[in-house]
């Protein structure tokens, strides 16, 4: 059964870095397009990036553009997400998601999620 598992999320405050990991199965086909997604409370779950295979076609939420970078190492199966100077507006939970398209940032589109981790930021 595929399975994607998150790390790295916590309790930080404004303008603090947090580098998030997502280790993937190697149940999921490979090729996999990487992405990232969070709910805040009361919000639908929306888009922050997401990365191809190889790693030269990445996309972003306009709000964390400039200050979110997302990059895989796919000896490792990990996807990561590196969060610089957060904002109070970026405290949601964070999924890491895996789609079987070439690219995308459809939410829809995005096969396998993993249970999500908790991003808090504190001002």
């Known amino acids: 059964q595929a399975q994607l598992v998150e790390s790295g999320g916590g309790s930080v405050q404004v303008g603090d870095s947090l580098t998030l990991s997502c280790k993937v199965s190697f149940d999921i086909p490979k090729y996999y397009c990487g992405g990232w997604f969070r709910q805040a409370p009361g919000k639908e779950r929306e888009f922050v990036a ?3 295979w190889s790693s030269d076609r990445w996309n972003y939420a306009d709000s964390v553009k400039g200050r979110f970078t997302i990059s895989r190492d796919n000896a490792e199966n990990t996807v990561y997400l590196q969060m610089n100077s957060l904002k109070p507006e970026d405290t949601a939970i964070y999924y890491c998601a895996a789609s079987r398209a070439v690219f995308t940032s459809q939410q829809g ?5 993993g249970q999500g981790t908790q991003v808090t ?3």
């Not at 589109?109 to 999620?113: C, G, Q, T």
């Open 109 to 113: 589109r995005f096969e396998y999620w």
């Open 50 to 52: 997401s990365i191809n």
């Open 121 to 123: 930021v504190s001002s």
